[in-house]
């Protein structure tokens, strides 16, 4: 079945840092593929998709490339800051569309001034 | 745009009560809503999706009796978990979808159960 296998953390970083969170999938057909990030006492927010293969996805300074040879969808930022303290979590959606959401484990990444 | 909320954030519960929790779209009509369940350092798994006006679709293993969701307004789900016991306890999520929209799910901000 549909499947994400996380990275999993935490992870702690130094503010300016080059962050990774890797993520690999295992689906039939294509899928989506999602990153979302959940701030302490908030709901899950989408950060970035990415809809077919070698998509990459954007937003804030994160971006993730969907890459179907490697079944990999990994996050990564360039420079981190203390904002940017929250659990990450890999998406993707199987059979049915943005409906069925399956979740990675979450990385919980704690940025330090 | 595209609040959603939950009520209430945590609870604690003697084993062998009913439990309510409630999911609100507050800004935005939900034809849609999902509930899902985390386990400590687990995926978020999906329970149930609730469709207004109609029974909710239980994913294979989700007990329906024992986790009664109810969605009567465009705006409102709610997940009654039944006769509680500790096994129960857990971090429960909602998110929904607009009525009219691309299918991208809003999550609320979660609720943990706690039984005793």
């Known amino acids: 079945g549909d499947s994400v296998t996380q990275m999993e953390g935490p992870v702690t970083l130094s503010e300016e840092a080059f962050l990774t969170i890797n993520c690999t999938y295992t689906a039939t057909g294509y899928p989506s593929l999602f990153w979302y990030v959940q701030y302490p006492g908030e709901g899950l927010q989408l950060l970035l998709k990415?809809?077919?293969?070698?998509d990459k996805g954007s937003n804030k300074g994160f971006e993730a490339t969907y890459r179907k040879e490697t079944t990999s969808f990994h996050l990564e930022k360039g420079s981190v800051q203390v904002s940017d303290s929250a659990v990450y979590f890999c998406?993707?959606?199987?059979?049915?569309?943005?409906?069925?959401?399956?979740f990675g484990t979450g990385t919980r990444l704690t940025v330090i001034p | 745009g595209a609040v959603v909320s939950q009520h209430p954030s945590w609870v604690i519960c003697k084993s062998g009560t009913s439990v309510k929790i409630e999911c609100r779209s507050l800004d935005f009509q939900a034809t849609t809503m999902f509930w899902y369940r985390q386990f400590p350092k687990q995926s978020l798994m999906l329970m149930a999706t609730?469709?207004?006006?109609?029974?909710?679709?239980?994913e294979q293993g989700v007990e329906k009796d024992k986790f009664l969701i109810n969605h009567a307004s465009l705006t409102l789900s709610t997940l009654t978990v039944t006769s509680a016991h500790p096994e129960d306890s857990s971090f429960y999520i909602c998110?929904?979808?607009?009525?009219?929209?691309?299918?991208?799910?809003?999550f609320g901000p979660g609720t943990r159960l706690t039984v005793l």
């Open positions: 998110s929904a979808t607009r009525t009219r929209g691309n299918n991208e799910q809003f």
């Open positions: 998406a993707l959606s199987g059979r049915g569309g943005a409906n069925n959401l399956f």
């Open positions: 609730s469709n207004e006006g109609s029974k909710a679709t239980y």
């Open positions: 990415a809809t077919k293969a070698d």
